[in-house]
């Protein structure tokens, strides 16, 4: 069976101020973590040995380019020797401005990395000290001219509107900045507050407020109409892309299909179970690669939460989802389970049914929270 692979790397320089991601600075810790990392790759690997091959491979953060060069080789050929990659594998890595050296460029071109994934936020330098970012657009740009540099052109920029002081303007500035470049794929979201983070706890103590929905909705109805205009095809709801570079591990992800998660806190989806790691530092690394130990949560998947899920992660996607699909692996029509929820948003004109697709119009996507949140159900299914 093809699956996803995800690989979490901890470290970062710093925390950004919105961020809640399982991350922090550790630096002195970063060799025994690749060497506990490794031996969880390497019992997975036995594991999937003639069973599961790897269809799409995204090592995120935290901040991957963090490590050493020489740490971030020795990973990713223990990744090449413990699993059996596709010959057209989608291999992401995750990046900060002003982390990559060209030796982790040569790191990446060497193992066959072929994607790489930048975080922006924004194009003007005040805002990114305001959010916390340690890099500066200039690093940013440098950034992705020494990957291009080395041949690796599928590179994908993550921006952000809705933030503190950021203006309608800036927001365009920005836009225009990052397509200029060239880049085939771009993440656009829309900040939001979480507890635990310093922007969370600014919130809390009333020195931080929210952006208006009306500001931020002009914010997103404008990149919808502007990355249009310049040839990006929308087929998420905070992704764009030029023909050819959909994520692939992304939709691994919203099409519900298996998944590993392998390192601190990852998350794996296999085999009609849910499971996680440890989000003790201590406790994974004393685990030296034993799942048996690093595992501390399982899940089984009802149909129930199967149904939920193949609804509103499936319809995050521009194309929607396919009720024959529904039915194959439900053995349900898609009717019988949500009829009363899809009639009414078809009646409001939020959601459309176009053969075997059912997907949400331009305004059904603004409020699409509201959307996914009908389809859970109060009820088990036999």
Request: proline share 2%.
């Amino acid at each position: 069976m093809k699956i996803g692979l995800y690989v979490h790397i901890p470290f970062c320089h710093s925390k950004c101020y919105y961020c809640d991601f399982l991350s922090f600075p550790k630096r002195e810790k970063e060799e025994e973590y690749i060497t506990a990392l490794i031996a969880e790759i390497a019992n997975y690997g036995k594991d999937f040995a003639g069973v599961h091959t790897i269809k799409s491979l995204f090592i995120g953060g935290g901040t991957p380019t963090v490590l050493s060069p020489f740490l971030l080789d020795k990973l990713c050929e223990a990744l090449r020797k413990h699993f059996i990659l596709e010959e057209d594998v989608e291999w992401t890595i995750e990046a900060n401005p002003g982390t990559i050296l060209e030796e982790h460029a040569h790191v990446f071109k060497k193992h066959g990395v072929n994607r790489v994934s930048l975080g922006l936020q924004a194009a003007q330098n005040n805002l990114l000290k305001s959010i916390g970012r340690i890099h500066t657009y200039e690093e940013w740009e440098q950034s992705i001219e020494r990957l291009k540099k080395v041949g690796i052109t599928n590179l994908n920029t993550d921006i952000m509107f809705s933030l503190p002081d950021q203006t309608l303007e800036n927001w365009k500035e920005t836009l225009q900045k990052v397509v200029n470049l060239g880049l085939p794929h771009l993440s656009a979201y829309s900040l939001i507050i979480e507890d635990g983070t310093v922007f969370g706890d600014r919130y809390e103590q009333g020195t931080l407020k929210e952006v208006e929905e009306e500001l931020d909705r002009s914010f997103y109805e404008y990149v919808k109409g502007y990355l249009k205009e310049k040839g990006y095809h929308q087929y998420e709801l905070s992704n764009w892309s030029k023909a050819g570079y959909e994520c692939e591990h992304n939709k691994v992800y919203w099409n519900c299909e298996p998944y590993l998660g392998i390192g601190l806190g990852a998350h794996s989806y296999m085999m009609h179970e849910r499971f996680s790691n440890t989000t003790d530092f201590k406790d994974y690394l004393a685990a030296q690669g034993d799942t048996n130990k690093i595992i501390v949560a399982r899940e089984k998947i009802t149909k129930k939460m199967a149904m939920e899920e193949f609804m509103f992660l499936g319809l995050r996607l521009c194309v929607g989802i396919s009720t024959q699909e529904f039915q194959q692996r439900f053995k349900y029509s898609i009717f019988d389970i949500y009829g009363k929820q899809l009639d009414e948003w078809m009646k409001k004109a939020l959601l459309v049914h176009n053969n075997d697709r059912l997907y949400l119009t331009e305004q059904g996507k603004d409020i699409s929270n509201q959307i996914f949140a009908s389809f859970l159900l109060d009820e088990e299914v036999e």
